[in-house]
């Protein structure tokens, strides 16, 4: 068994990356208590949906799911980067709770501490699961929990603006259409593209379709495909097509440039599907598209389902039970459409579609999505995306080229 003794403490670096890695697509805020230690008949579940109060339909799921497997839930809720460290403390001490729901790229933080079990203890079956989002909760050739749902980025593009600059948004294929369409847009006055560049994992998490939609890969920052894609933004942003304010701005703030109607593009993502429709933009989606064509690979945010080891190995089977039940074929239906996250299989995906079309595009770009810890990168990811993010706002503030700022974030990750 995967089992953690006291014995064994995470230590202060792995406190650190952790607060790197905390995710940053969730949503809400406030925070709850600790969990006090559960008695035989009371599972504690952690999760990062302060926004969902008791009442709602994640823990009315949450408390069926109890019922089923016979036992009460006791619930709390966290920030994401609060329950990281949260997670971390409790393992510490010997009191982690029965299921822990985290962002997907603290996953392999979290299991190279022994704070997790891994999938072959747990019995957790993940076998219907789209191998490209299990990959996130994978380290070192074990996997660590299942992925309760998916989101990830896409270009939104607002109709009315692309119609005024004469784009066909059908032409939009690759890079070099993309930058001749924000090109037209600003010709005929309106702007180009917002996205957020800022010097955070949100920069990293924005600029990775780029990267990997130029063929680079992430344990080689300054390889010729990486520069052409930092190059890219830098180009957008040379040109005027893209405003000087990515470099500040968060996915929220890029939003809400987006939401003004004064541009064509945004880069975003699924989360904020209800505040398209309510600013009452005439839009549409569109993957983003890789350097000569198809869809980019864009950075899955979401959650996994992941048990903690227990020095009480026996809570396993019943913690199974809850984890399955979460993430059941209808379950997870109604949990994705509640988050606004697209379904992890391939059959729930499908029904998604089937009830909401608009979601056909997020669709198509979470099956090409990649977890920002996959290849195998585990606790690596933090550090070099740190060197990423430094790199792009080097780049596009003009204080070094865009090979210049890779090779220099290449050489600190080494």
């Not at 008949?41 to 799921?61: E, H, I, M, R």
């Not at 099956?367 to 810890?373: I, S």
Request: charged share 20%.
């Amino acid at each position: 068994m995967n089992s953690f003794s006291r014995r064994h403490r995470p230590t202060a670096a792995v406190l650190i990356s952790l607060a790197v890695a905390a995710g940053v697509t969730a949503c809400g805020s406030g925070s709850g208590g600790g969990s006090e230690g559960a008695d035989s008949g009371t599972y504690t579940v952690w999760d990062p949906y302060p926004q969902f109060a008791k009442g709602s339909a994640w823990t009315k799921l949450l408390d069926k799911c109890g019922t089923t497997a016979g036992v009460k839930i006791k619930r709390t809720a966290f920030d994401t980067s609060d329950l990281t460290n949260k997670a971390l403390l409790a393992a510490q001490q010997g009191n982690s709770p029965d299921l822990l729901i985290v962002d997907n790229p603290v996953v392999s933080t979290l299991a190279e501490a022994g704070v997790l079990t891994t999938t072959d203890d747990n019995k957790l079956d993940t076998s219907k699961i789209d191998p490209n989002l299990l990959a996130a909760g994978q380290s070192g050739g074990k996997t660590y929990g299942t992925p309760i749902g998916a989101n990830t980025l896409a270009l939104y593009y607002n109709k009315k603006v692309l119609k005024q600059a004469g784009v066909d948004i059908a032409s939009v294929k690759d890079w070099p259409s993309l930058t001749a369409a924000l090109e037209k847009v600003k010709k005929a006055g309106k702007k180009g593209i917002t996205f957020s560049a800022i010097g955070t994992e949100e920069g990293s998490f924005q600029f990775l379709p780029w990267f990997w939609g130029a063929g680079a890969k992430l344990t080689q920052l300054d390889s010729a495909q990486g520069e052409s894609a930092l190059s890219l933004w830098k180009g957008w942003v040379k040109s005027g097509v893209a405003p000087n304010s990515v470099l500040n701005n968060t996915q929220t703030t890029s939003w809400q440039e987006f939401t003004t109607g004064e541009y064509a593009f945004a880069e975003n993502g699924t989360w904020q599907l209800a505040g398209a429709k309510k600013a009452g933009l005439d839009y549409g989606v569109l993957p983003i598209p890789g350097a000569s064509g198809g869809n980019a690979a864009a950075p899955t945010g979401g959650e996994f389902v992941t048990l903690p080891a227990q020095d009480d190995t026996g809570r396993y089977p019943t913690s199974q039970k809850l984890a399955t039940c979460l993430t059941s074929t209808q379950n997870l239906y109604d949990t994705d459409t509640t988050l606004s996250y697209v379904a992890p299989t391939t059959e729930v995906q499908d029904k998604q579609v089937a009830a909401d079309a608009e979601l056909k595009p997020w669709v198509a770009a979470v099956r090409t999505a990649k977890g920002r810890t996959s290849d195998d990168l585990g606790t690596k990811y933090p550090k070099i995306s740190e060197q990423m993010w430094k790199a792009v706002q080097s780049a596009l503030s003009g204080s070094k080229s865009p090979k210049d700022a890779l090779t220099d974030a290449q050489s600190a990750v080494k």
